[in-house]
């Protein structure tokens, strides 16, 4: 009796490890990829939060925060989820929810934008020139009169 049952105990623990390998090897510890693409990488950094790493479980979350180098500034930096905008929480962190497929984190400064308003400061300050400029003369005009 004890022969049979050592038996028994020995087939149910072969197929235990059969059926662990045939779980192991399904989808199911399947993982997935944050790609990055950073058109700056001396000035850019991407930072995932502790905790956080680019291999991701389906299901997961990925968050991160974008760093810039000392001298530039982050107004003008423009963080792209699979070639749609993303914002940040107002910590600055951003997050990427319920991941079930790889994805493209693209990180750039918006140049356009920052040239667009210094454009737009230096037309204010040629009108505030000119303003100042007339002002003078039209009390200089009413002041001879």
């Known amino acids: 009796m004890k022969k049979i049952i050592s038996v ?11 059926a662990v390998c045939a779980y ?3 989808s199911e510890y399947q993982t997935y990829y944050i790609n990055y693409d950073i058109s700056d990488e001396k000035n850019i950094k991407i930072v995932p939060l ?15 925060t974008v760093e810039v180098a000392d001298g530039y500034s982050d107004t003008f930096v423009i963080v792209q989820l699979d070639m749609a905008n993303i914002e940040p929480d ?12 790889d994805h493209m984190v693209k ?9 667009s308003n210094m454009f737009a400061s230096i037309i204010v300050l040629v009108r505030s020139l000119f303003q ?8 200089l005009f009413s002041f001879a009169a």
């Not at 291999?55 to 979350?61: C, I, K, M, S, W």
């Not at 107002?90 to 497929?101: A, K, L, R």
């Not at 990180?107 to 040239?115: D, I, R, S």
């Open 24 to 26: 192991a090897a399904d």
């Open 50 to 64: 502790a905790g956080y790493e680019r291999y991701v479980l389906p299901g997961d979350d990925f968050k991160f």
């Open 90 to 101: 107002i910590h600055g962190v951003y997050t990427i929810s319920d991941i079930n497929s």
């Open 132 to 139: 100042m400029f007339i002002d003078m003369f039209t009390s």
């Open 8 to 18: 028994i105990l020995a087939m149910i623990l072969t197929f235990s490890a059969f």
């Open 107 to 115: 990180v750039f400064f918006n140049l356009e934008e920052e040239q």
